[in-house]
């Protein structure tokens, strides 16, 4: 594992794919930054984050013959592992918000930015941008985003918190190829929302009332309306609506 650690820059995303140009990066290549001007979240949105408190970081991972159709596999596995690390250290009622952010409770600690590179069918490496909020003590205009430290109290070693994660990362999706049943099972049985009623909003601004049952092996979210009908969903198409 190779870590560049940066005071500042755009995106560790960018970066990291900048670096990748005309030169070999080996793999598993971290790339973690105190501040990020240009740091991204899902649906385009910009990730906020105290300089020096939290870990926003991107790393490498390579495949070769990973077909695209299992695209999804990547946000389960990265999801799981990143699940699994923040459990290690007893962060308390950890869920995974579909497609791939992490919750403690009914607030948001993590955001996972994924970003493919094909050749034909063939997924050949991904770019995995994570932003974990770990020191920082409030998000002003944020009222549904938390860190560690306001979960649990405690202050949290950066450089420590980010090798353990690394470790597992590097473990859970060097078996990618393998595409293990027992990896889906843990994103599915910690799935934020699921068998709970609750409201979304689909990408028309329609308001419904529904029930997450589950996620299929492309990634699509299945919602049971009130009135019994099942709809599937992809990312960007539905956002889930919920309190403080």
């Given at each position: 594992?190779?870590i560049?650690k940066?005071?500042a820059t755009?995106?560790t995303?960018?970066?990291?794919k900048e ?13 973690v930054?105190k501040t990020?001007?240009?740091?991204r979240?899902?649906?385009g ?6 300089s ?5 970081f991107?790393?490498l991972?390579?495949?070769g013959?990973l077909?695209?159709s299992?695209?999804?596999w990547i946000?389960?596995y ?13 962060i308390?009622?950890l ?11 009914s ?6 930015l994924?970003e493919n590179?094909?050749t034909?069918?063939?997924?050949n490496h991904?770019i995995?941008g994570?932003?974990?909020?770990v020191?920082?003590?409030g998000f002003m205009?944020?009222?549904n985003?938390a860190?560690?430290k ?9 450089n420590e918190?980010l090798i ?6 590097e473990?859970?999706?060097g078996k990618?190829s393998?595409l ?7 994103y ?12 979304f909003?689909?990408?028309f601004e ?5 029930t997450?049952g589950?996620?299929?092996k492309?990634?699509?979210?299945s919602i049971?309306?009130q009135d019994?009908?099942?709809?599937f969903?992809?990312?960007?198409e539905?956002?889930?609506v919920?309190?403080e």
């Amino acid at each position: 594992m190779h870590i560049i650690k940066l005071d500042a820059t755009t995106s560790t995303n960018t970066y990291l794919k900048e670096s990748l140009v005309g030169q070999h990066v080996e793999n598993f290549t971290v790339v973690v930054a105190k501040t990020q001007s240009q740091g991204r979240g899902q649906r385009g949105s910009q990730w906020i984050s105290e300089s020096g408190k939290n870990l926003t970081f991107s790393f490498l991972c390579e495949f070769g013959t990973l077909d695209a159709s299992h695209f999804f596999w990547i946000n389960a596995y990265v999801s799981v592992a990143l699940w699994r690390s923040l459990r290690d250290y007893k962060i308390p009622d950890l869920a995974i918000k579909w497609p791939n952010d992490i919750m403690s409770g009914s607030k948001k600690i993590a955001g996972i930015l994924i970003e493919n590179s094909l050749t034909g069918h063939l997924i050949n490496h991904s770019i995995v941008g994570i932003g974990l909020n770990v020191n920082q003590s409030g998000f002003m205009g944020v009222p549904n985003a938390a860190s560690l430290k306001m979960v649990t109290g405690k202050e949290y070693d950066l450089n420590e918190l980010l090798i353990h994660i690394m470790v597992t990362m590097e473990s859970d999706l060097g078996k990618l190829s393998l595409l293990q049943e027992t990896i889906w099972e843990t994103y599915e049985s910690h799935l934020f929302g699921k068998n709970i009623p609750g409201t979304f909003v689909d990408a028309f601004e329609n308001t419904f009332q529904g029930t997450i049952g589950g996620v299929t092996k492309d990634g699509r979210l299945s919602i049971q309306k009130q009135d019994g009908t099942q709809v599937f969903f992809r990312p960007k198409e539905v956002k889930m609506v919920f309190g403080e």
